[in-house]
């Protein structure tokens, strides 16, 4: 049986980067159940209010929505356990490092599949001040007026 050679990106974290000064991107395998992967497939997960920690020198992910698979038996499982990430130790040292500081933290950006295994990117995160924010709901405003003024120009035009 060969295994599939996809890179589809199965949920993102848009809130992450609305929140978070995001630095420096890992990726992690995701240690899932049969039924947890099935329901993955079916983009049944969400990632927000989700986050990294690191615990007896291993990584996890927790808060991580997986609903359980509507076909399951007996086997689905909870649905907000925490999961176990597989990153290499000098990564895990370099995370563990990072969120030891005041207002760090470690978020989940997105899910994909790479060669049929579930991946997760990660991000070293650091909290956005409101003012932060702010500029960044203008910054979008104002993009959204532009690409607006140049569709409706071209319009006008005929092209």
């Known amino acids: 049986m060969s295994k599939k050679s996809d890179s589809s990106v199965l949920l993102e974290n848009r809130k992450a980067r609305f929140l978070y000064f995001l630095t420096d991107f890992f990726t992690a395998g995701l240690v899932l159940t049969g039924t947890e992967i099935k329901s993955l497939r079916e983009r049944n997960a969400s990632l927000s209010d989700s986050y990294i920690f690191i615990k007896n020198g291993e990584a996890w992910i927790a808060n991580m929505h997986i609903a ?33 500081g005041t207002g760090k933290t470690c978020v989940p950006t ?17 909290g956005k001040k409101a003012h932060d924010k702010r500029d960044a709901i203008k910054e979008r405003d104002a993009k959204r007026s532009l690409g607006k003024a140049m569709r409706e120009g071209t319009k006008a035009t005929g092209e």
Not at 70 to 76: A, E, H, L, V, Y
Not at 110 to 125: C, D, P, S, T
Request: aromatic letters at 8%; proline letters at 2%.
């Open 68 to 100: 359980p698979y509507k076909d399951g038996t007996i086997f689905n499982v909870d649905h907000l356990r925490n999961r176990k990430l597989l990153l290499q130790k000098k990564e895990l040292k370099k995370i563990e490092d990072h969120i030891k």
């Open 110 to 126: 997105k899910v994909f599949l790479h060669h049929g295994y579930a991946k997760v990117e990660i991000a070293l995160a650091e």
